[in-house]
């Protein structure tokens, strides 16, 4: 296999969580599979997910701000926020992203969300000619890998957890947006404790030790993955409506 990199942005407070560990189950597999690793660590490195205009030093407008604008200038005048800038350079350098974190409250954290905000630069990262199958991280594949605490059989079509498509579809359609091409997520279920237990502490544990060598056997097999399906430039027409509806 070629020279391959990975990123992996770990989003989760607690060192010693489930998250954390899938997460060096990534690293240590994808290590092995010959890929170099980097770790953004979001809760770690104390990532500020809030767009605002105190990252701004150069500002293109002074006395209103537009988070659209001044993200553009400051890319267009390399004085984008070093905190963002470290975390472009990181994807920048992968050809795989793997965003390892909790489902809470049918979504992704909001450090998450505010890492997607701030760190895909409009003007850089996207424009108007450069989403979708033509955006800038286009040959390069993302993966999400989730923990939900509700059990895998709340999670089916019409289930009270919500299918796990439409929770993720957010974060999924914006890796699309932006070129990835998106595999199909990996999600352990049921994890949790603290008074929502499902099931007694020895089942619980048998699970996680499984889900660990699932996501393990997962990241062994990657290559061979088809990713996701999403429509893209040629399937609109000139008002982005969909052509045909893909069946
Ligand atoms: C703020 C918050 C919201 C949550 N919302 C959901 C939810 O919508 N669906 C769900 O199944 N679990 C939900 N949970 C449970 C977490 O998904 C669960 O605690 C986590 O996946 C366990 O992994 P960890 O041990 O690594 O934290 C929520 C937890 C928190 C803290």
Not at 95 to 123: T, Y
Not at 135 to 141: E, L, V
Not at 158 to 176: A, V
């Amino acid at each position: 296999m070629a020279y391959m990199h990975a990123l992996i942005v770990h989003c989760h407070p607690e060192p010693a969580s489930f998250n954390s560990a899938l997460t060096e189950v990534a690293r240590a597999t994808l290590r092995e599979q010959g890929y170099s690793v980097d770790v953004s660590d979001l809760y770690r490195e104390k990532f500020d997910p809030c767009e605002g205009p105190e990252h701004y030093t150069h500002r293109e407008d002074g006395a209103k701000f537009s988070p659209l604008g001044e993200q553009r200038y400051a890319f267009s005048t390399n004085t984008v926020p070093e905190d963002v800038q470290r975390e472009i350079s990181r994807l920048i350098r992968a050809d795989l992203v793997v965003f390892q974190f909790p489902i809470w409250w049918h979504g992704q954290p909001a450090m998450l969300k505010g890492w997607f905000d701030r760190v895909f630069v409009s003007g850089g990262l996207y424009t108007s000619t450069m989403r979708y199958d033509r955006g800038y991280f286009r040959g390069r594949k993302a993966v999400c890998s989730v923990t939900t605490g509700a059990p895998e059989i709340a999670f089916g079509p019409g289930s009270r957890g919500g299918e796990i498509e439409r929770i993720l579809w957010s974060i999924q359609y914006s890796l699309h947006y932006l070129g990835f091409r998106v595999l199909s997520p990996f999600a352990a279920f049921g994890i949790q404790g603290h008074g929502y237990a499902y099931s007694d502490e020895d089942s619980n544990n048998r699970r996680l030790i499984l889900y660990r060598d699932t996501w393990k056997e997962r990241l062994q097999q990657l290559d061979r993955d088809t990713p996701l399906e999403f429509q893209g430039w040629d399937d609109w027409n000139a008002d982005g409506r969909a052509k045909a509806v893909r069946t």
